[in-house]
């Protein structure tokens, strides 16, 4: 037994090695960043791990961000006060050099996740409570568009052409499709029960949408507008949430909160063909520019699971604020 632990530990410490020397650009850069929604604050965490620093908040955050040159991130914030009528509601822009907001942003009531375009010109957010997406302009920092979608929306994914946004609605159970040329909703389709998040795969042929209450992952052809296919996760049971895609487009791997695992999905069989044990209740998930390491938030125990993704398994877990929820990585390194 002693010498399997020894294994164990040893295999542990070489996939921590590989980590850093595949993302590290220096373990005081900020790499990760995570939204504690229970704490009210983000965790910025290092290229190897590591906690660097806290940055507190004045209201609930949720749906976060790098911007491109990974030196500033956008928090999504929803004021819990009662009858607060949306006072705290918006997107924040924090310096992480200065650790503080330089800016907030206008976003519509109560934003839950929002999604930036290529050129970071636009920011496109989901609306809960109201029944919209709103498109902020963030040269001018004001609302471009409220756009009516789906009840109650809630992912937001940007294509990696910046052409079009698709907003999941969760009691609807559809997709709005979001034509960024003209700011209109040129289509919706039906998915399965309370979809949640949404991500295009990097060659923009797919869209990829999880259904918490229906266990499936939809993938909807981006040039027909249709659903073309649906995986069940987990045997009926995953309850998926956030869902990352590898930089190849050869794999999703979708975060089920209510089985603390992460279901791998080869997009080309259209098969789940792996699950990962991580944190509980993982929620956000992203995976590096590489494609060799998968980052979870995990809600229910407080900490982020980091994945090596070809051994599929997790190589650490780092504790962070209460609640965490979403998760962002900057485009450094590999």
Do not use: C
Not at 44 to 66: D, H, K, Q, S
Not at 143 to 151: K, R, T
Not at 268 to 283: A, D, K, L, T
């Amino acid at each position: 037994m002693k010498v399997i632990h020894r294994r164990a530990a040893l295999f542990r410490a070489a996939m921590m090695i590989g980590l850093t020397a595949s993302v590290a650009r220096g373990q005081t850069t900020p790499y990760a960043v995570v939204s504690n929604e229970g704490s009210h604050d983000i965790t910025v965490l290092g290229a190897a791990g590591n906690l660097l620093y806290t940055i507190p908040l004045p209201n609930r955050p949720r749906g976060i961000a790098f911007s491109r040159d990974g030196k500033r991130v956008f928090v999504a914030l929803s004021d819990e006060r009662p009858n607060a009528l949306g006072s705290g509601d918006g997107i924040v822009e924090i310096d992480l050099k200065l650790r503080r907001i330089i800016r907030s942003i206008p976003a519509g009531t109560d934003p839950e996740a929002f999604a930036l375009t290529p050129n970071e010109r636009t920011l496109y957010s989901s609306n809960e409570d109201a029944g919209t997406a709103s498109a902020t302009d963030l040269r001018s920092g004001k609302i471009a568009a409220a756009l009516v979608v789906g009840i109650e929306p809630e992912g937001v994914a940007v294509s990696p052409d910046g052409h079009w946004v698709y907003v999941t609605a969760e009691t609807s159970n559809s997709v709005s499709m979001i034509d960024t040329k003209t700011n209109r909703v040129v289509a919706n389709v039906l998915v399965d029960s309370r979809p949640r998040g949404a991500a295009f795969t990097p060659d923009g042929r797919f869209a990829l949408v999880t259904a918490e209450i229906g266990s499936t992952l939809s993938v909807i052809d981006v040039g027909s507008r249709s659903v073309v296919g649906g995986i069940t996760l987990q045997r009926g049971h995953g309850k998926p949430v956030g869902v990352a895609v590898s930089p190849d487009s050869r794999f999703a791997f979708v975060a089920n909160g209510a089985t603390h695992r992460v279901s791998v999905v080869d997009l080309r069989s259209r098969q789940e063909v792996g699950e990962i044990p991580v944190g509980r209740r993982p929620w956000g998930v992203a995976i590096s520019r590489d494609g060799k390491f998968l980052y979870t938030a995990n809600g229910g125990s407080n900490d982020v699971s980091i994945i090596d993704v070809s051994a599929r398994r997790v190589v650490a877990t780092i504790k962070v604020g209460a609640k965490p929820w979403g998760i962002a990585l900057a485009r450094l390194g590999g």
